[in-house]
């Protein structure tokens, strides 16, 4: 099973869409067997998840998202945990631990560009109320 964390220099980040990168971590029998970081692909309406899908990830663990983007995660079958603070190791240990909480996500909507919306731009992001 592969987990999808948004991510920043080892930590959790606040806001998935906004994550400069996705650590997906392989888990096998409560082990960790593998662990790859990919850059953000480009934040446009649905394509993280479709990213994240396309290489196998069953749950995305975010500091926070809004509920338009919980939808397409689960239009890919990707369980969304958010609210999640700490380290890439912590975390992990707590969802293979089965202790992993979630909890009201701690991103700002629309608190700025971040990685992802800077990468593409469409008419979307002309939109002054963006929604992640």
């Known amino acids: 099973m592969k ?8 930590k959790v980040f606040a806001h998935f869409g906004r994550a400069p990168e996705f650590t997906l971590v392989t888990i096998e029998n409560s082990e960790i067997v593998g662990k790859v970081v990919l850059p953000n692909p480009g934040h446009t309406v649905g394509s993280i998840p479709k990213f994240l899908s396309e290489h196998g990830a069953k749950y995305i ?19 969304v945990i958010s609210g999640v603070e700490g380290t890439i190791d ?3 240990k707590e ?10 996500g701690i991103c700002t909507p629309g608190s700025g560009k971040g990685y992802g919306i800077d990468k593409i731009h ?3 992001d002309d939109d002054q109320e963006h929604h992640h």
Do not use: C, P
């Open 61 to 79: 663990i975010s500091g926070g998202m809004g509920s338009r983007a919980v939808e397409f995660f689960n239009q890919y079958k990707i369980d």
């Open 90 to 92: 912590n975390v992990t």
């Open 122 to 124: 469409t008419e979307a």
């Open 3 to 10: 987990i999808a964390i948004s991510t920043d220099s080892g």
């Open 95 to 104: 969802f293979i631990d089965g202790t992993l909480q979630g909890s009201e």
